[in-house]
């Protein structure tokens, strides 16, 4: 099977890259796991650091923001405990 020209890791790279947010330094996000299927991440970190610019990853996203400025993370939460995720609050908290 022949892999279609867009996915080949080089052209995925470019094509990321040349997204109009990276230049204006703005942020970009992907699956990691399409970063993985694609290019892997060891490419995609080695181009994100080639370039000077800071990834983040939360759940399956890696987030990168396409400029050199320091990036702070305003609110930090403890990650809830696996009851509070099997339960959340709000609503429906009078069930438990």
């Not at 080639?50 to 990650?79: A, K, M, S």
């Amino acid at each position: 099977m022949t892999i279609p020209s867009y996915l080949d890791p080089d052209t995925w790279l470019r094509n990321v890259f040349s997204a109009k947010a990276v230049g204006r330094g703005g942020v970009i996000h992907r699956a990691a796991r399409d970063v993985e299927r694609v290019v892997g991440r060891d490419a995609f970190l080695r181009e994100v650091q080639r370039r000077g610019f800071t990834l983040v990853e939360n759940g399956d996203q890696l987030v990168v923001f396409c400029n050199r400025d320091p990036v702070r993370l305003i609110v930090q939460r403890d990650p809830p405990s696996l009851s509070q995720r099997a339960w959340p609050s709000g609503r429906d908290s009078h069930f438990r």
